[in-house]
T-cell receptor, first 113, second 112 residues
Framework: GEKVEQHQSTLSVREGDSAVINCTYT??????FPWYKQEAGKSLHFVID?????DRKQSQRLTVLLDKKAKRFSLHITATQPEDSAIYFC????????????FGLGTRVSVFP | GGIITQTPKFLIGQEGQKLTLKCQQN?????MYWYRQDSGKGLRLIYY???????QKGDLSEGYDASREKKSSFSLTVTSAQKNEMAVFLC???????????FGAGTRLSVL
């Protein structure tokens, strides 16, 4: 089955700088790549996703890049703010979403002043 | 907007005990999921259900049963709690042709 590897377990970034979280996946059939955020003491919520028919998607300060050849995707957070501090999970699935997602282990992002 | 409600928030059990976790959603979503979140292991799918009375096993289904009694509710049973087991169980749902998962706040399980 699909395996999703999230390459950094922790990431510290100065407020205002950019943060980049990298993930790789194994199944070439995967076509949907969402990111979820888990703030301290809270559950996960969706932040952004990308489908395999594009290689870049931006939403405000968040950008997702997808490199299908390398089976790699990344989340870029620009102008980081304290509220960006959280655990970020990448995930991958094939087109039929009912099968569920395969999640990475999460990256704890800490934004310091 | 909608909400996913998981009960109880905290569950303390004894080794060998059967324990049931409940999840309710008012999104009117078709598909519901149970994930287990362990420290350092991310989220792993236990069961999912694409409609009332449907059940599909995930990668981690052994040791669990599930029940989708009606569209809005999805229960998970730990058939025999393992000593020193500690994990957070997350319920999620999606529907309406949208891929986005909506998660509940979780049930934190501790087994003595």
């Amino acid at each position: 089955g699909e395996k999703v590897e999230q390459h950094q377990s922790t990431l510290s970034v100065r407020e205002g700088d950019s943060a980049v979280i990298n993930c790789t996946y194994t199944d070439t059939a995967s076509s949907y790549f969402p990111w979820y955020k888990q703030e301290a003491g809270k559950s996960l919520h969706f932040v952004i996703d990308i489908r395999s028919n594009v290689d870049r998607k931006q939403s405000q300060r968040l950008t997702v890049l997808l490199d299908k050849k390398a089976k790699r995707f990344s989340l870029h957070i620009t102008a980081t703010q304290p509220e960006d501090s959280a655990i970020y999970f990448c995930a991958a699935s094939m087109g039929n979403y009912a099968q569920g997602l395969t999640f990475g282990l999460g990256t704890r992002v800490s934004v310091f002043p | 907007g909608g909400i996913i409600t998981q009960t109880p928030k905290f569950l303390i059990g004894q080794e060998g005990q059967k324990l049931t976790l409940k999840c309710q959603q008012n999104f009117n979503h078709d598909t519901m999921y149970w994930y287990r979140q362990d420290s350092g292991k991310g989220l792993r799918l236990i069961y999912y259900s694409i409609t009332e009375n449907d059940l599909q096993k995930g990668d981690l289904s052994e040791g669990y049963d599930a029940s989708r009694e009606k569209k809005s509710s999805f229960s998970l049973t730990v058939t025999s709690a393992q000593k020193n087991e500690m994990a957070v169980f997350l319920c999620a749902s999606n529907g309406g042709g949208q891929n986005t998962l909506y998660f509940g706040a979780g049930t934190r399980l501790s087994v003595l």
